[in-house]
C-alpha cells in the first residue's frame, strides 16, 4: 500500500520560513515524478512546484519562483518543500503528490501565515 505522509506545516509570520517533508512507503520514487500542491478553501488543487524523477528539473509557478525549492533523497522515499518569504496568500493544506500509474496523495498539513 502506498502511502506519503506530509510533515512541517504550521504557524508562520509573514516573511517567515518553513519547510515541509513527504516520507513516502509502499513504492520506491526514484522512478517517478512528484510535486506539492496546496489548496485552499474554495479553491482547486494547486501545484506549488514539481520535480522530475532524477532531481534534474524543477518547476516552480512564476508567483512561487525565489521563494520556494523542491527537492528530494530517492534513497530516503523523501521530498521536500522549503519555503521562504511567505506570504499570507501561501497560507492553504499543502499536499505531497507522486505521480506513479496513478496520482498518489497524501493527507495534507496546514501552513498558516499569519501576524
Known amino acids: 500500500q502506498v502511502q506519503l505522509v506530509e510533515s512541517g506545516g504550521g504557524l508562520v509570520r509573514p516573511g517567515g520560513s518553513l519547510s515541509l517533508t513527504c516520507v513516502v512507503s509502499g513504492i ?10 496546496r489548496q485552499t478553501p474554495g479553491k482547486q488543487r494547486e501545484p506549488v512546484a514539481t520535480i522530475t524523477s532524477v ?13 520556494v525549492s523542491i527537492s528530494r533523497d530517492n534513497a530516503k522515499n523523501t521530498l521536500y518543500l522549503q519555503m521562504n518569504g511567505l506570504k499570507p496568500e501561501d497560507a492553504g493544506v499543502y499536499y505531497c503528490n507522486l505521480r506513479a500509474n496513478q496520482y498518489y496523495w497524501g493527507q495534507g498539513t496546514q501552513v498558516t501565515v499569519s501576524s
Not at 520506491?28 to 500542491?37: E, H, L, N
Not at 532531481?55 to 521563494?67: F, L, Q, S, V
Open 55 to 67: 532531481g534534474a528539473n524543477t518547476y516552480i509557478p512564476d508567483a512561487m519562483e525565489g521563494r
Open 28 to 37: 520506491d520514487i526514484g522512478r517517478y515524478a512528484m510535486a506539492w500542491y
